[in-house]
């Protein structure tokens, strides 16, 4: 399987969306684009060359093909697909995304991102970028990672860290997240330990922690509000636990 590296730190700048209809059988395009990225979500059934490299387009299909490749097209009929011409930014750690893949269980909301998409453009571009960008980070996780170097993470842990975010202004126990997630509580345990370094409960702990030290240096929510906010209403335990995490007070780290 080919792979491209992709940075999507910063938001795509769009050259155009739309919709393109080919065909009829046995017709071939072949054409490269100097300077853009070409992203497709595919209705059809073609043959897709990249490079040299074949590939075979099925209906609910996606492709990402980088600046200044060479593609072949080969339709098999009328072939319809959305499609969009676009630059990436420079920043941030590049992800490795499949040239073609299939959409599987995200076909649905991914059509509905390119709709938008093509809806919004050219009359509000930004909206535009801001559905094309949701789905180029939808798009980077449909495939598992299969660097040895990047594991994947446990379904245990990431409904367990997806919950504890969603929940942080709660009471939160690990038995309950265990049971969320489907899994004992000493193997949630082991899992956690394994995939982060930390325990469960110091976990939420740092995460109620960086939590507080935002709202302490970027609101003016008061120091009670905050304490609630993060799931420690009592404010001596909330007063105790910024101390440890964040080595001052609240109204220090507030001053800071």
């Known amino acids: 399987m080919r792979t491209v590296l992709a940075r999507l730190d910063e938001p795509p700048v769009l050259a155009v ?118 789905a180029l980070w939808w798009i980077t996780e449909l495939t598992p990672p299969e660097e040895p170097d990047a594991p994947a993470v446990h379904p245990a842990v990431a409904g367990a860290t997806a919950l504890i975010e969603a929940r942080l202004a709660e009471p939160l126990t690990v038995p309950e997240i265990a049971r969320a997630v489907g899994v004992s509580h000493n193997h949630l345990t082991r899992l956690f330990r394994a995939a982060t370094g930390e325990t469960v409960v110091g976990y939420i702990r740092a995460r109620r922690m960086e939590r507080a030290r935002h709202f302490l240096r970027a609101t003016t929510l008061s120091v009670p509000a905050i304490a609630a906010s993060v799931g420690i209403p009592d404010l001596h335990a909330f007063n105790k636990t910024c101390r440890r995490e964040l080595g001052a007070s609240p109204r220090a780290v507030r001053a800071s």
Do not use: C, K, N
């Open 17 to 134: 969306v739309g919709i393109g209809v080919h065909g009829p059988a046995g017709h071939v395009d072949v054409f490269s684009l100097p300077d853009l990225w070409q992203l497709h979500l595919y209705r059809y059934r073609a043959d897709l060359t990249v490079d040299g490299t074949a590939h075979e387009i099925r209906p609910g299909t996606v492709s990402l093909v980088p600046p200044g490749s060479e593609v072949r097209y080969r339709y098999r009929g009328r072939s319809e697909h959305f499609y969009v011409h676009l630059r990436l930014g420079t920043a941030g750690a590049p992800h490795r995304v499949p040239v073609l893949q299939s959409a599987g269980t995200e076909l649905e909301p991914l059509t509905a991102r390119f709709g938008q998409a093509l809806a919004a453009w050219p009359r509000t571009p930004a909206r535009a970028a801001a559905e094309i960008w949701t």
